[in-house]
């Protein structure tokens, strides 16, 4: 399916006009309108030209891919959660996180007490299966800003294959779904790595850097929030140092301090009044 069917498609599924478009397969962790930037080119042509995946052999995975036939978007998760929660109160600045399980690990009540913030990060997801559960997570807790990060586990093929556009074009369906229904986007580079422990040799990093490239171009483009974790956080390998992360993938309680104050300056930016 071409870029222009794809977002077709996903316009007459989540309601939004063509016009408004331009598992924990990681290991658990220590738990304005503007032309848009054009598609990159880094990765190969289509899915099927990549290096198939193939999961490690354990229980993990095999729940992982039974709950993509049952549920791929996993949706259950926080239904009952996202009903409890009810709609957001006078005044309150509501912000929810949408991403995997760098998100999940993420104490936010820790790193921002006291603050309205939602935590709605799957372990080991890809950006189609955010999407799938967006206006459920989403748009229907009725946030101020929704913090967007993903993408990494794409990379990694935990879902199967996906090309850097493919990637790009979920993100952007995202932040434009957020955009659509009057909630503020923050999108935050994905954080560095040169390996995935569970898919070894897929040589992320170039990738990484493209697609980081990518969002700081589009969130300029369309007047949302761009937020770099990986200019902060890397070390001279383009991955995660050892005093950030344990495996090179998952934050420890260090990398999450350098992460706070900077996703906090993008929610207040994102907050504050338009350009």
């Not at 794809?6 to 658990?28: D, H, I, K, N, Y």
């Not at 049952?70 to 929660?85: H, N, Q, Y």
């Not at 080991?124 to 101020?144: C, E, S, W, Y």
């Not at 503020?184 to 697609?211: E, F, H, M, N």
Request: some cysteine; glycine content about 8%; proline content about 9%.
């Amino acid at each position: 399916m071409n870029r222009v069917a794809r977002l077709t498609l996903f316009g007459v599924l989540f309601g939004v006009p063509f016009g408004s478009f331009a598992a924990r397969a990681q290991e658990p962790g220590n738990v304005p309108e503007t032309k848009a930037p054009a598609p990159t080119q880094a990765a190969p042509a289509t899915p099927s030209e990549q290096k198939p995946v193939t999961h490690p052999d354990n229980d993990y995975w095999r729940k992982h891919d039974q709950q993509l036939m049952t549920d791929s978007g996993w949706l259950a998760r926080f239904k009952e959660a996202d009903v409890k929660l009810g709609p957001t109160a006078a005044g309150e600045n509501r912000v929810v996180f949408m991403g995997d399980s760098v998100t999940e690990g993420w104490h936010l009540d820790e790193s921002f007490p006291g603050k309205p913030y939602i935590n709605r990060g799957i372990s080991g997801q890809t950006t189609p299966q955010m999407l799938v559960r967006f206006r459920q997570d989403v748009i229907a807790l009725q946030p101020k800003v929704v913090v967007i990060l993903a993408g990494t586990n794409d990379i990694a093929g935990n879902t199967g294959p996906a090309t850097l556009e493919e990637i790009e074009d979920n993100l952007a369906s995202m932040a434009d779904l957020a955009h659509a229904n009057g909630i503020r986007v923050v999108l935050c580079s994905i954080l560095p790595a040169v390996d995935y422990p569970w898919q070894p040799g897929l040589t992320p990093a170039p990738k990484i850097d493209t697609i980081n490239t990518w969002l700081k171009a589009y969130a300029a483009d369309h007047g949302y929030v761009y937020v770099d974790f990986h200019s902060a956080m890397k070390d001279e390998r383009e991955g995660l140092p050892k005093s950030l992360s344990r495996d090179g993938v998952h934050p420890l309680p260090a990398g999450y301090a350098v992460m706070a104050p900077l996703v906090e300056a993008g929610i207040k930016k994102a907050q504050g009044p338009r350009d």
